[in-house]
Every structure is written in structure tokens, then in C-alpha cells.
């Protein structure tokens, strides 16, 4: 069975300070994919990043950036220079790789709330 | 725009009054699904379809119907819902199973049952 654990809930920073959102998967999987996902008050739920478990490079874009660990089961997301526009519930997500055609459904987290003060 | 349009966004309904959400996305994907995202729980996948035809339950199908005639759209049917089915639902579309891209979402349906 796959799990994603986001063992934080809540984290309040003030702008312009880093922060980094943790999180921890299982799987039996040996291919398998990560993925992060941000919801922002309206609601929608917006595609930030996708890693295959065969790429461990870490992966930066603009103040966002990825941490993925195997021998930790660890997939950290960091943001650094935190932004008001950033307040938001993150969640990390979890899918097999799978050519059967069995369900290739996404595993989540149950998402970290975060909100940056001015 | 590639897109996963659900409608409508926001329905209250009574206990018991059928109801459908529908979803269709113009990406010619053969993955859909529809997940609930629930407060503490994130989101649970309901149903999923890998093709035309082919529907199968999720992790927690009860209560819910699902069809797909056609590729483009995936609707969700509740038969007769309960207060417990109040919930924020997405659904989601992706490539194929055999080369899973992300997952694109719909905007969600915010359902409240009473």
C-alpha cells in the first residue's frame, strides 16, 4: 500500500522568510512518481512539480525548490524569499508507475497550510 | 486551453435528490477520476476510469455512480445523497495509464448536503 505523510499541519512564517515543507512516502514500488500540488483560497488545485523515482536531482525553479531523497522516502519543498501570494495548502502526492493498467490513482497527503504574514 | 471543466462549482442540495457533477476535459486523455477532498483527510480518490467503458472504485466508491460513453467526459452521479457526502470534489484527467503524466484537475464542485 502507498502512503504520504505530511506531519506538518499548520506553518505560519513572515515574508520573505524560507520555508520548507516536508514530506515522507512508502511504497513498495521500485518506479513510482512524486508530485506536489498548491491550492491558493479560490480552490483549484495547481500542478507544481512531477519526479520520477529514478531522478534524485534536486530541482529549483525561480523561489521553489525540490528536494527528493530515496534513501530518506523524502520529497521536500522549499520556498525561499516566502511571498503573501504563496499562502496556500500544499499537498504532496504519491503514484505508482504501472504499464498493467492497473488504477494509477494519486496517493496524497493530507496537505500543509501555509500562510505568510506581511 | 488544455482544461478539465466540472460543473456546476458550488450546489446545495437536500438529503436524498439525485444529483450529477458532470466533467469533461478536451485533452483527449484516457485516465479520469473523481477524488473528494475532505478537512484532515486530503484527497480520496472515488472512481477512476482508464478508458471509454471502463470504470472501476476507488477507495471510497460508496454512494457514488460514475459513467464514461464517451472519452471526453466522466460524470459523477449521486443517487441519493447524504449529509455525509457534503465535500469538495475534483475531477482529474490524465494521458494514459501507460505514460502517467501530472494529473489536471477541474476547478472543483463545493457540495453541500442537507
Known amino acids: 500500500a502507498q502512503k504520504v505523510t505530511q506531519a506538518q499541519t499548520e506553518i505560519s512564517v513572515v515574508e520573505k522568510e524560507d520555508v520548507t515543507l516536508d514530506c515522507v512516502y512508502e511504497t513498495r514500488d521500485t518506479t513510482y512518481y512524486l508530485f506536489w500540488y498548491k491550492q491558493p483560497p479560490s480552490g483549484e488545485l495547481v500542478f507544481l512539480i512531477r519526479?520520477?523515482?529514478?531522478?534524485?536531482q534536486n530541482e529549483i525553479s525561480g523561489r521553489y525548490s525540490w528536494n527528493f531523497q530515496k534513501s530518506t522516502s523524502s520529497f521536500n519543498f522549499t520556498i525561499t524569499a516566502s511571498q503573501v501570494v504563496d499562502s496556500a495548502v500544499y499537498f504532496c502526492a504519491l503514484s505508482k508507475r504501472d504499464y498493467t493498467g492497473a488504477n494509477s490513482k494519486l496517493t496524497f497527503g493530507k496537505g500543509i497550510t501555509l500562510s505568510v504574514r506581511p | 486551453e488544455a482544461q478539465v471543466t466540472q460543473n456546476p462549482r458550488y450546489l446545495i442540495t437536500v438529503t436524498g435528490k439525485k444529483l450529477t457533477v458532470t466533467c469533461s476535459q478536451n485533452m483527449n486523455h484516457e485516465y479520469m477520476s473523481w477524488y473528494r477532498q475532505d478537512p484532515g483527510l486530503g484527497l480520496r480518490q472515488i472512481y477512476y476510469?482508464?478508458?471509454?467503458?471502463?470504470?472501476d472504485k476507488g477507495d471510497v466508491p460508496e454512494g457514488y455512480k460514475v459513467s464514461r460513453k464517451e472519452k471526453r467526459n466522466f460524470p459523477l452521479i449521486l443517487e441519493s445523497p447524504s449529509p455525509n457526502q457534503t465535500s469538495l470534489y475534483f475531477c482529474?484527467?490524465?494521458?494514459?495509464?501507460?505514460?502517467?503524466?501530472?494529473?489536471?484537475f477541474g476547478q472543483g464542485t463545493r457540495l453541500t448536503v442537507v
Open positions: 519526479r520520477n523515482s529514478f531522478d534524485e
Open positions: 476510469s482508464m478508458n471509454v467503458e471502463v470504470t
Open positions: 482529474a484527467s490524465s494521458l494514459g495509464v501507460s505514460s502517467f503524466t501530472e494529473a489536471f
